[in-house]
């Protein structure tokens, strides 16, 4: 039978497959398998390779027999009439039994020879056996709801397969790990003792509480652990500027005049050739970028054509998109030819900027001028071609994107933010918190101030998953990969 996903929905429990690697030229591809039955299913369209009189025996199939993490070798067959198979491919399958798997159910990990036609071909004989093509994010979904990964650490593995450079990579692990799950339950906690308290006060008269205690009707009792759980939101809250930046990265416009050195300076920084250099101005007519690393940052980087007015109807286009690059760019690096000296062009330019670093190219042949300010900046001095200056560049860069403690950056034992969502819910606990404290402070009744309490409560709630709605949880693994 063939199983659509036409009107597949998350949490169901229905045998689903799909690929976790892209079909290509590779040596291997790999399919994943999970749900209920999955294990039975496979076992229908597989052969050991245990081998007698060159034919495949019909025995029961391994894979009934197998114990959760082995691994089984293979061939992946369509039977035909009678005890006739086809083999489709050799394979390796690794058993996983629920609940200890990625998913909490029974999963199967099928490996099997790279190219885009054998992964093709296992898949369609998975789908005629029965399993359906996968959700995105239906994996880690069903991991989440099976109590294998709370949210923070479901939103971690897609931001780990996305990561841009090695330090989001660590961060993204950290999370993983569960740092930021453990501040949240600590958080959480802190206030679930204030709300307590306060509820002990609505549900008791006065003369029924022991008269030692400091906290009066209409003060906020535990006061001290909600301020230490503010404070702690509060950093939290602050964690995601810099964690955006590590996850989405900045992009950055090299931009100057002609043969003013950027596509050597381009390829300098991404440090290969890949920008053509040559003497000859307006080398470069259009734009050219690559992801880059600078300091653990990923950078968009931009290598434009040079500005300047020209006759060329080709370049004039090159020039006129590098101008519409320089208004969408986070930074721009615009390079003086220190070979020239500072022109008019350049000050013309640079006037029309907002956040930019000057770069003084070609120190090498001609040192930057002691005295040379522009625009109120002095510019970095640089040797495109020698590497000089490169090091102070880079610390121009990550002072410029608002980093300004690098091993604060490379610190991953703090717990941070991972994505705008839990950023938007510590915001409203934040300012839930803040508004009962601003109340108790003004001496208003408890009665107003506790539901302001519940309300944080459950939006670290929601943060980790204990609180949520199936429409949320839907919308938020779809933006996963297929194969997680």
């Known amino acids: 039978m063939t199983n659509s996903s036409d009107n597949a929905v998350y949490g169901d429990e229905s045998p689903i497959a799909a690929f976790a690697t892209t079909p290509g030229n590779s040596a291997l591809t790999l399919i994943r398998c999970s749900g209920k039955g999955s294990i039975e299913l496979v076992s229908s369209v597989f052969a050991a390779a245990r081998t007698k009189n060159n034919s495949l025996q019909e025995n029961i199939s391994p894979l009934m027999t197998a114990s959760g993490n082995t691994v089984i070798h ?226 968009r980087l931009i290598d434009t054509a040079g500005l300047r007015e020209t006759g060329d109807s080709v370049e004039k286009i090159g020039v006129e998109r590098s101008r519409k690059l320089l208004e969408e760019s986070d930074i721009v690096l615009y390079l003086i030819d220190g070979a020239l000296g500072l022109t008019a062009e350049d000050k013309d330019f640079t006037a029309n900027l907002n956040r930019h670093i000057l770069v003084w190219n070609k120190c090498d042949i001609a040192p930057l001028p002691e005295s040379l300010h522009v625009s109120g900046q002095f510019p970095i001095s640089v040797s495109a071609k020698t590497g000089e200056g490169l090091t102070e560049l880079y610390a121009a860069i990550t002072s410029a994107v608002g980093i300004k403690d690098l091993q604060l950056h490379n610190d991953t034992s703090s717990a941070a933010l991972g994505t705008i969502r839990q950023k938007n819910l510590v915001d409203a606990a934040c300012t839930s918190l803040e508004e009962a404290i601003t109340l108790s402070d003004n001496n208003e009744p408890l009665d107003i101030i506790a539901p302001l309490l519940k309300d944080a409560v459950n939006s670290l709630g929601e943060i980790t998953g204990e609180v949520s709605t199936a429409d949320i949880l839907e919308k938020m693994f779809s933006t996963f990969c297929v194969g997680k």
């Open 74 to 299: 293979g061939w992946i067959v369509s039977k035909t009439e009678g005890t006739a198979v086809d083999k489709i491919d050799d394979v390796l399958i690794s058993v996983f039994r629920a609940p200890k798997s990625y998913t909490g159910q029974d999963s199967l990990d099928i490996c099997c020879h790279g190219g885009i036609t054998a992964g093709k071909a296992v898949m369609a004989a998975l789908k005629g056996a029965g399993f359906r093509d996968a959700l995105p994010g239906e994996f880690t979904f069903r991991a989440f709801i099976n109590g294998k990964l709370d949210l923070t650490k479901a939103e971690s593995v897609m931001e780990l397969v996305s990561a841009k450079t090695e330090t989001s990579r660590r961060h993204a692990v950290s999370r993983l790990s569960g740092s930021l799950y453990n501040e949240i339950d600590a958080i959480k906690k802190l206030l679930v003792d204030v709300l307590a308290a306060a509820e002990i006060y609505l549900d008791y008269s006065e003369d029924e509480i022991s008269a030692d205690t400091e906290e009066a009707e209409g003060k906020l009792p535990q006061k001290n652990n909600a301020l230490e759980a503010l404070t702690r939101l509060k950093k939290l809250s602050a964690s995601w500027q810099l964690e955006r930046i590590l996850q989405e990265g900045i992009t950055i416009v090299i931009a100057g005049c002609p043969n003013s050195g950027k596509s050597s300076l381009f390829n300098a920084l991404l440090k290969e050739d890949r920008s053509i250099v040559t003497e000859i101005p307006g080398t470069t007519r259009d734009w050219i970028e690559a992801w880059v690393s600078i300091e653990g940052i990923p950078i």
